[in-house]
């Protein structure tokens, strides 16, 4: 039986919310699934990651094959990364206490990452939110001074013709 950690689709009309699951390959997408992992919320801004670390690792390790969208959430979140380690370990590169203190310290930079980008999308849309909505009024100028006197040469010269009949 072929294992997939696949998206399976909930929420309303264009308002996606996913479960991360474990299903077979042959069920439908929101069909019978064999366990849950975690969720996957695509709105929010950064979107919305709940994993759980150490079954996603184990289904991994059981040969359990990640849909490309599934495969980007768990490198994300550092599971692939862990999976990575620990195959060093196995492989005798290093021990399993230089894989965690790896792993440990990238988690540490990933977080940081995220909430220096989280803090930038929440100042930007504060300053749109502040910022005063003022119309540009562009100030047309009318040739002024060359019109007034054509208009005032024009008005004595139809006194002159009324004065005349």
Do not use: C
Not at 51 to 67: E, F, H, I, N, S
Not at 146 to 158: G, K, N, Q, S
């Amino acid at each position: 039986m072929a294992v997939k950690m696949r998206l399976q689709r909930h929420g309303s009309k264009k308002r996606p919310f996913y479960f991360i699951v474990i299903a077979d390959a042959r069920s439908p997408r929101d069909g019978k699934f064999i366990q849950k992992l975690g969720t996957y919320n695509p709105l929010t801004v950064p979107a919305t990651i709940q994993v759980d670390r150490q079954k996603a690792l184990d289904w991994l390790q059981k040969g359990a094959q990640p849909t490309d969208t599934v495969r980007r959430i768990l490198s994300f979140k550092g599971v692939l990364y862990l999976k990575h380690l620990l195959r060093g370990v196995s492989l005798g590169l290093f021990d399993e206490a230089t894989a965690m203190e790896k792993f440990t310290k990238w988690s540490n930079e990933h977080e940081a990452s995220v909430n220096r980008r989280q803090g930038a999308h929440k100042k930007a849309r504060a300053e749109k939110r502040n910022v005063p909505v003022v119309k540009k009024v562009e100030k047309v100028e009318e040739p002024a001074a060359p019109a007034e006197p054509a208009v005032e040469a024009e008005a004595p010269a139809a006194d002159e013709t009324k004065t005349e009949e």
